[in-house]
């Protein structure tokens, strides 16, 4: 999150200054639109250094969607339209913590470098600026999961709007991820896809990253516990600030939260006079000089802070529940990137969601620890390498995903070390096909009629394995481990 999540991006990007013409309609929750940049595959590659397949077009949107009072806002994200039409994905990638309100996709920060170069991969995506940051009026409401996945909803239906002017058929696939705070906006918009009452948009897999998903658990006790020392404390002003913006009762004023010492830097990242990395930088050097270590449960007044202590019912502990998004049952692909060493967000989030999510008893869920000795900001490019290889997975031909969904893939052992033996397929001479994490098709045989297949070939590290046939689709994921 903050600098250092933006630090990793730069070394993988570098800026771009191409701005070009603008463009303006309206649609279903689409207000307007405008053009700022088109890149080449040429040029997309050579500015993120990472191969595209094809061009892309950047477009800042605006778009209706509610408020944090549930009236009408005019929100804004961007929206990136690869430049071949017949791309029939779209992805939604819910951005990270940024430090301020003009830190955001549409104002084209670092960040969306990141969603122009997974566009370049044959995806239309989308990426909203939440509530409360870009065009939206108020103050974020920090890791508040209904807004984030409403802001990510509500831009996804803009998005497809905006793809159908431009030219684009259908989009048949929807995907979902976002890493650090848009881990758990990710989680949040595909659980809220999962639920929509309507029929118009289906989720086809979502790739959660680095995400606060115990709130009310795992991050609260870095808040509220004496001896855990952290050096990100704005994060928890800022979930307070937040909070307070929607239930309107967690405080009467910030001095029955905080002690006075911190408030006048609190109420100016409020009030927009400073950034988020300021007041961090600001609080981690009080709290150094006043009590020798950064441990943000010394932010709160004693009283305060022993209130929702002993109180489960406090207003404080029943928002922090309230925006928990681990507790059920994904009825899709689901993966969760994580790094154990991140320093930000603590690795059992990751771990946690998917003990309750299996035994809950969903099909086809996974925590995966894609570089154990990475920090937070270390833990981006492993994680997004790993996401796009989960959904470019699902990348079969139009007319097969059009007839049928794909069937889970049973494979044992998992992890395995030489052979993968496949459990539930009832018909022989199906295609097979691997890739590795970074999408890389590695395995591919035809008329395959076998019940396993030999992996010992293959280094260490995490696979898709697609089968289909004239009828039907499986898919499945395995570990190799030696």
Known sequence: MIKRFYDSLG?????????????????????????????????????????????????????????????????????????????????????????GPEDVPSRNNNEALLVKSIAGQGYVVTAADYLGLGDSRGFHPYVHAATEASAGIDLLLAGRDLASQEGFKSMEQIFVTGYSQGGHGAMAMARALQDRETDDLFITAAAPMSGPYSISGIMR???V??????????????????????????????????????????????????DLSELNDFLI?????????????????????????????????VALKDNDNYDWVPQFPLRMYY??????????????????????GADDVMAIDVFPAGDHGDCVIPAVLSMLG????????????????????????????????MINIPE??????????????????????????????????????VLSSQKELWRGSFIIQR
């Open 11 to 99: 070394s993988l990007f570098v800026l771009s200054g191409l701005f070009l013409c603008a463009l303006t309609t309206s649609g279903q929750s689409l207000i307007s639109y405008q053009e700022i940049e088109e890149l080449t595959q040429n040029q997309l590659t050579a500015l993120t250094s990472v191969p595209a397949l094809n061009g892309v077009r950047i477009f800042k949107v605006d778009y209706l969607t509610n408020g944090t009072d549930n009236l009408p806002d005019t929100a804004s994200g961007l929206v990136v339209l690869p430049d071949d039409t017949s791309v029939v994905r779209i992805l939604a990638y819910q951005h990270g913590t940024t430090d």
């Open 285 to 317: 050097e009080q709290l150094t000089n006043d009590f020798g270590v950064s441990i943000p449960s010394l932010l709160f007044q004693e009283d305060y802070l022993t209130e929702i202590l002993g109180d489960t019912s406090h207003p404080v502990n």
């Open 225 to 274: 516990q004496d001896s855990i020392e952290y050096f990100f404390p704005a994060y928890v002003a800022y979930t307070l600030l937040g909070y307070q913006e929607i239930y309107g009762n967690l405080y009467d004023s910030l001095q029955q939260a905080f002690k006075p010492q911190f408030i006048g830097m609190i109420n100016d990242f409020f009030q927009g006079n400073i």
């Open 339 to 360: 790094c154990t060493a991140d320093d930000q967000v603590p690795f059992m989030n990751s771990v946690v969601a998917e003990e309750f999510m299996n035994s809950n």
């Open 390 to 421: 989960f959904f470019n997975g699902f990348n079969v031909s139009t007319s097969l995903v059009e007839r049928q969904q794909f069937s889970r893939l049973g494979l044992f052992p998992n992890p395995a070390h030489a052979k993968i033996q």
């Open 428 to 465: 022989d001479n199906v295609d097979l096909k691997v890739f590795n994490q970074l999408g890389i098709l590695v395995l591919n045989r035809k008329a395959f009629s076998a019940r396993s297949i030999d992996v010992s070939e293959l280094p260490e590290g995490v696979y898709q394995m």
């Open 221 to 223: 006790d870095i808040t």
